[in-house]
């Protein structure tokens, strides 16, 4: 079952997100990760999906979206910087394609 990321993420509630995230990687060998409901995000969300996907990797584990990232999500990933540096790797995490 996918983690349903809360409707608003920042540095204030990102320790609960965190908690929640880390919980399913402990448990599970892949966990996919639901961004639909949320509505509203700041770098913090960026910075512990990007974390838990190298923790993950450490591992031998796997995180993944459930769905590409959307407009909000990549918005932010844009105004982060994250966009204009992305790997194939990252393409493929967070939009689902092979390249930009």
Not at 62 to 78: C, E, H, N
């Amino acid at each position: 079952m996918p983690y349903l990321v809360p409707s608003k993420v920042n540095i204030r509630n990102v320790k609960d997100v965190h908690d929640e995230l880390l919980k399913n990687l402990k448990a599970n060998a892949a966990v996919e990760i639901d961004l639909s409901a949320c509505e509203d995000a700041d770098l913090s969300l960026l910075q512990l999906i990007e974390a838990a996907r190298k923790s993950a990797a450490a591992e031998a584990k796997q995180v993944s979206l459930t769905k590409p990232a959307g407009d909000m999500i990549r918005a932010l990933l844009d105004r982060a910087g994250f966009l204009g540096s992305f790997t194939r790797d990252d393409a493929r995490f967070w939009l689902h394609q092979e390249a930009l």
